[in-house]
């Protein structure tokens, strides 16, 4: 079993910046791929990006891509999203999640267990 636990959510203005974090326990974090999803008011669950076991290779949707970040520090335990240049679309509840699976995860049916997701808002 792997607990996910994040952080760094909040209300932010549009242009601003916020990093998220996924503190992970009860398991070897680096056997685990990582994925970021988000959940908008009255939108389904949407998949924003996923890393890889050892972090060598990041994929992210078009949506944020050369705005978001996706990093892991696998001595820590913590997966990261750096998100830059905030637009008010990207308001959300943003969900951290872990596969088993080896590879870039992009879909929520390969993932095994979730964080509890922060709320995210962008707003002047």
């Known amino acids: 079993q792997v607990q996910l636990v994040e952080s760094g959510g909040g209300l932010v203005q549009p242009g601003g910046s916020l990093r998220l974090s996924c503190a992970a326990s009860?398991?070897?974090?680096?056997?685990?791929?990582m994925g970021w999803f988000r959940q908008a008011p009255g939108k389904e669950r949407e998949f924003v990006g996923t890393?890889?076991?050892?972090?060598?290779?990041?994929y992210s949707v078009a949506a944020v891509r050369g705005r978001f970040t996706i990093s892991r520090d696998n001595a820590k335990n913590t997966l990261y999203l750096q998100m830059n240049s905030l637009k008010p679309e990207d308001t959300a509840v943003y969900y951290c999640?872990?596969?088993?699976?080896?590879?870039?995860?992009?879909?929520?049916?390969?993932?095994?267990?979730w964080g509890q997701g922060p709320q995210v808002t962008v707003s002047s």
């Open positions: 890393i890889t076991r050892n972090g060598d290779s990041t």
């Open positions: 009860g398991h070897t974090f680096s056997n685990y791929a």
């Open positions: 999640a872990a596969s088993k699976i080896r590879g870039l995860i992009v879909a929520g049916p390969g993932y095994d267990y």
